[in-house]
């Protein structure tokens, strides 16, 4: 795998993540608008090239919002937001570590 292929994969998961997160944040947000129901991502990986990447969706549910679930959602969320973010780092390290060498 490439640098730019892991990147896209990355990237990818740092979009997905953000959707859950915010897709979590509605729900909590809305939780208490009468007849309102929860919303959630589904998520699914694909080959794109030599990248894997993650597309997500938001889909109805035919469940109200429960506190409890979000926080779990929007917490699972976060991790991995910070591992994608955490790629990128080493990512960008390893890229500048080869200029580096062969310049």
Known sequence: MSIGTAMTSAVSGLHNAALVYRT??????????????AQEVRSETR??????????????TDRP?????????MISARIS???NAHVISSLDRMSGA???ITA
Request: hydrophobic residues 50%; glycine residues 6%; without cysteine.
């Open 98 to 100: 080869l200029l580096d």
């Open 65 to 73: 919002a429960d506190y409890a679930l979000e926080a779990v959602t």
């Open 47 to 60: 080959v794109a090239g030599a990248a894997t990447v993650v597309r997500g969706r938001v889909a109805p």
């Open 81 to 83: 937001y910070t591992a």
């Open 24 to 37: 979590a944040a509605h729900n909590v947000v809305n939780a208490r608008s009468e007849g309102f129901k």
